[in-house]
């Protein structure tokens, strides 16, 4: 007998219309479709299926007991941390983000003038960063947790340092662009020239009762525009982050007065070096981040020409290790200087200041690691790195006062000789390293990535490591205790993910560390060619049999790291894998 019958209730239930099922079948077949999809993409392309890697991490217990192993298994399962990347990488290597978002893109831009999360939409063509939106008009600086508090600990620190040493510090807080151009924003700041955080004034009194030097930037921008004649003049790019071209070179030349200042010297009489009008072009990386098609002709490339510095011979300005002049920054420093950002080179802030100075500078910049990581990266240099130095001018965006208080950590600078038993240190953000390593050995690189790029060919662009770094190799077995993952909002071509392992066996080499339970930091490289690579992913616990060597022949202070602020690296070497390989052991 039918159930229905035995239960007249059941009767009474609707049997599902043609509605129904349609509206059933369309949302299974969107549930299954898209990864089935998604799979045929992946395959097509000969690429691996991005879906497993959330399941990269499975091995066997490797002589941990069973019940210690399935608790960490357990853990690493639901991590939130693991899912969020996972979730990420997903999302960039969806099929509907590659080929369906940019025309849909498109279409939001050109009706509605619409950005995305990253890429905010302007008025005229602007584009503006969302992080700097929200750290320059969300909570103020100074309030706790928020970070500027701990940057003025830091910075006090860092003075106090250098003084001991007779060195100045001169600060150059930094504005991005919404700070200063506004009035491209919406038609409800047309006529606003600046909007500040609430707490940048007090920053600034701050800064001036602890006695520091430093230059504001607001009054220069307002120097640039009353010399052009016009209070709304634009001083920064309509696509891209930062200042323009012209903009840089006035500030530059304000700022290597208080430099003069500084070293009580007079501006030279017959310069060494002059300046060579070049034009460019560029798209701008906010461009980049919108995610339009390639052939889209909403946002022309920007025509600009810039003042690329040289010396008599007409050869471009180069930093100088050497100088006693020593530059730190961010990617305001390196844009017109460094020609992986696509604007150009020979022409940015340091070699503005070297017009100025009449000396080439010592140039540190690291993009998004103006904060912390770059006195990191002068502090692992070899020997005493702040033998001769006379002045330290420190470039840092005011977003980063929005950072948090992790971003601003203090950082040791080595006694007058060096620490004892000599320098330990390397590196960190450049160009796709491109070309072979400059020692006669073997090659012994693996393939990374998809693009043709080996471990052995990948190394920062015209860079020649220091005489004194060490040219051994060791090979050993080691385990994955904390990773640095890429950062959301980074958006270069190039970085090294920096990985704290626990050394488990050394098989063979001279090279430090030598025994079994060292720590050992390798900077892997994350991505290159802008291409995301599995090290990106790699998760605590994961074991590796590599072959390591001084990152510093491959890799100048200037290149892209991403560290885990957890890590305490301090003036340890920061090794590069020519070869790793998952193992069992």
Partial sequence: MPVADSNPS??????????????????????????????AYESRRDQPLQALDYFDFLHGPRGKPIGEWSVAFGKAVIDDERLRRFETDLHDVSFVTKEALPPYQSLLTR??????????????????FADDLRSAWGEGYLQPGVGGQEALAAID?????????????????????????????????????????????????????????FVRMDELFAARRAELGDPLAPLSLPRDTHW??????????????????????????????????????????????????????????????????????????????????????????????????????????????????????DVISIAGGSATQVREALARRAGDPLAGKRVVIWQFG????????????????????????????????????????????PAVGQPIGTKGLTTDTLREPDYEPAADVPRDRVRLVAELLLESPIRPEFDYPFTLCVHELRVVRVIEGALPPKAKGDKVWVGFPGRALGEDLPPSRFTPGMRFELLLEDSRLRFGESSSLEINPDMDIGRNVIHYPLQFKETAE
């Fill in 157 to 213: 620190d860092f003075r106090d340092q250098l003084e001991a040493r007779g060195i100045h510090l001169l600060l150059v807080p930094s504005y991005s662009k919404e700070l200063i151009d506004a009035h491209h924003l919406s038609r409800f700041s047309a006529s606003i020239t600046a909007a500040p955080n609430p707490d940048l004034e007090r920053f600034y009194a701050e800064l001036d009762s602890r006695g520091h030097a």
């Fill in 244 to 361: 323009s071209p012209e903009t840089m070179a006035f500030c530059a030349g304000r700022i290597a007065q208080r430099v003069r200042d500084l070293l009580l010297e007079d501006a030279p009489r017959a310069p060494r070096f002059t300046t060579r009008a070049t034009p460019i072009v560029g798209q701008g990386d906010l461009l980049r981040m919108l995610s339009l098609p390639a052939d889209q002709s909403l946002h022309p490339v920007m025509e600009l020409t810039l003042a690329a510095v040289v010396d008599a011979s007409g050869a471009p300005v180069r930093p100088d290790p050497r100088s006693d002049v020593v530059l730190l920054g961010d990617s305001l420093t390196r844009v017109f200087s460094d020609p992986q950002l696509g604007l150009g080179e020979a022409a940015g802030l340091g070699e503005h200041l070297a017009l100025h100075l009449d000396r080439p500078l």
């Fill in 111 to 128: 009706l509605f003038g619409h950005g995305n999360e990253t890429a905010v939409g302007g008025r005229d063509g602007w584009l503006f």
């Fill in 398 to 441: 005011v977003r980063m006062l929005a950072s948090g208080g992790d971003e601003w950590r203090k950082v040791a600078l080595p006694p007058p000789g060096g620490f004892a038993g000599g320098a330990t240190g390397a590196t960190g953000e450049g160009g796709d390293p491109t070309t072979a390593p400059t020692n006669d050995r």
């Fill in 10 to 39: 059941l009767t009474a239930l609707p049997r599902a219309g043609a509605p129904l099922r349609t509206a059933a079948g369309l949302f299974l077949a969107l549930c299954c479709g898209a990864p089935l999809l998604q799979f």
